[in-house]
């Protein structure tokens, strides 16, 4: 069974508008899709009132935190020591949003320890199947 990594973050809104919108997000990682995060924006923030679900290479996140990142419909960067932007481009229109660090670190390390880095090309059920059958064969009572 695949593992999810679910934590909540606080996410500030920048528009043109004269004071920002405050919003908790959600941070999901799912071991099904190892080379993915998605932020999931609640429904009352969507025009047609679902939830907003961004999807983006777990990889650009980490990047993200430290350098201008991203090139595509999803760009990250750090705005100054405790902060970091996430700017989203649809069809629609362009998303910027701004995260304190801290949650962003804590998340990726969890799901780090989910799926290391390097695993992410082998399901989760394989590798415990892998460690499974080596496990019995240095066990095996003809010594081999």
């Known amino acids: 069974m695949p593992a999810v990594v679910e934590q909540p973050a606080k996410v500030r ?3 043109d508008a004269p004071h920002h919108g405050c ?3 959600t941070l999901r990682y799912d071991s099904a899709d190892p080379l993915a995060v998605r932020v ?3 429904a009352e923030v969507s025009p047609d009132g679902a939830e ?3 999807a983006f290479a777990r990889r650009l996140l980490e990047s993200g935190l430290r350098t201008p990142s991203g090139d595509g419909d999803v ?3 750090p705005c100054g020591r405790a902060q970091t ?3 989203f481009h649809s069809p629609e229109g362009v998303a910027l949003t ?3 660090t801290a949650p962003l670190r804590r998340f990726l390390r969890l799901t780090y320890e989910t799926v290391p880095v390097g695993e992410e090309r082998y399901p989760l059920r394989a590798k ?3 460690d499974r059958l080596l496990h019995h064969t240095h066990l095996s009572p003809s010594g081999d």
């Open 85 to 87: 932007m996430l700017e």
């Open 40 to 42: 999931v924006f609640p």
């Open 52 to 54: 907003v679900v961004w």
């Open 98 to 100: 701004q995260f304190d």
């Open 23 to 25: 919003l908790t997000v």
């Open 13 to 15: 809104l920048i528009t």
């Open 75 to 77: 760009r990250v960067w």
């Open 128 to 130: 415990r199947g892998l």
